[in-house]
């Protein structure tokens, strides 16, 4: 069922739009959903194929597919407060929902990223893959998901009102997602921690790191976000605690003496610390972790002079 409505995905929809188009009885409501990453070092292309969005109602029903025309994104092309469409204003029965999954082409051996024409701003292999290295000296390997042929990436429930719209960001973290056991080479596991979030409750975190820490030798820079009620950063000890995070990039690779920033989107309302690395094993700024707040459609700002 498509909505007929046309319009522009946004960082949050209104809660009360109302639905267009509908000549069926039974009530339904809008859903939207974007996917957006956290990045990772020393990648090139993440690119993920999507074939479906599989959703189930909560109670006994069944759950049912929501067809997309196979859409393939390169993850890395939307971070921050961007997000890649794949669903817009999709008719869909309102109500609770246990769960969506988002049903990728992901398998163990299935040649991932072959027919990639290498170019670094276009994802034109097949199936779902990972480019890493620099522009020069790449190797490209394919992504598997672990049960993903039986599960998929599944998300939690969520709801979508009666003649209103739902807008939902499946946010990726590369940093915790992507492991390289030793056997399956040339596959890499996609072990995927994403959370749904709903866009109307999320804000945005953003800053500047001195060159002096950023630019320290053999550093692969980061800033890593935790609840606020976790433990100082130097106790937690490893980004693996931390509920978000970003890779830190040279304001302008002509000038490092510009300094770093980097942006963190789609983080719940709340009270947070934010901590930079240059290892994600050891929080070396600062050791009890910069307090800030996330407001509803806000960007906060914290640096790391």
């Not at 999954?101 to 779902?128: E, F, K, Q, W, Y």
């Not at 429930?157 to 939902?168: I, K, L, Q, R």
């Not at 000890?237 to 890779?247: K, L, N, T």
């Not at 929080?283 to 407001?295: K, R, T």
Request: with cysteine.
């Amino acid at each position: 069922m498509k909505a007929i409505c046309q319009g522009i995905f946004v960082f949050a929809a209104s809660a009360g739009l109302v639905a267009c188009g509908s000549s069926s009885q039974e009530q339904t409501g809008l859903l939207s959903l974007g996917v957006s990453d956290h990045p990772i070092h020393y990648a090139e292309k993440v690119c993920i194929t999507f074939d479906d969005v599989e959703l189930k109602p909560a109670g006994d029903g069944p759950s049912f597919l929501v067809d997309l025309p196979q859409t393939k994104v390169n993850l890395l092309d939307f971070q921050g407060m961007n997000a890649a469409p794949l669903l817009f204003q999709e008719e869909v029965p309102a109500g609770d929902y246990a769960w969506m999954r988002l049903v990728i082409d992901a398998s163990r051996g299935s040649n991932g990223g072959m027919g990639d024409s290498g170019d670094p701003a276009t994802c034109d292999g097949n199936a779902s893959y990972i480019v890493m290295g620099e522009e020069g000296n790449t190797t490209i390997h394919n992504l598997y998901v672990p049960s993903g042929d039986q599960n998929g990436l599944k998300l939690g429930g969520f709801t979508v009102p009666v003649n209103g719209s739902a807008d939902f960001t499946a946010e990726w973290d590369l940093m915790k997602s992507i492991t390289a056991p030793p056997g399956l080479d040339p596959d890499v596991v996609l072990k995927p921690h994403i959370r749904l979030v709903d866009n109307i409750e999320v804000g945005a975190l953003r800053g500047t790191v001195s060159t002096d820490l950023a630019g320290a030798e053999g550093c692969e820079p980061a800033v890593y976000v935790f609840d606020n009620d976790d433990p100082d950063a130097s106790d937690i000890g490893i980004a693996d605690e931390s509920v978000a995070s970003a890779v830190v990039s040279p304001i302008d690779e002509t000038d490092l003496t510009l300094g770093y920033e980097y942006e963190i989107g789609h983080l719940l309302t709340g009270s947070y610390e934010a901590a930079f690395s240059c290892d994600a094993v050891e929080l070396v700024e600062p050791a009890e972790g910069n307090p800030f707040d996330i407001a509803a459609r806000e960007i906060a700002e914290v640096s790391f002079p």
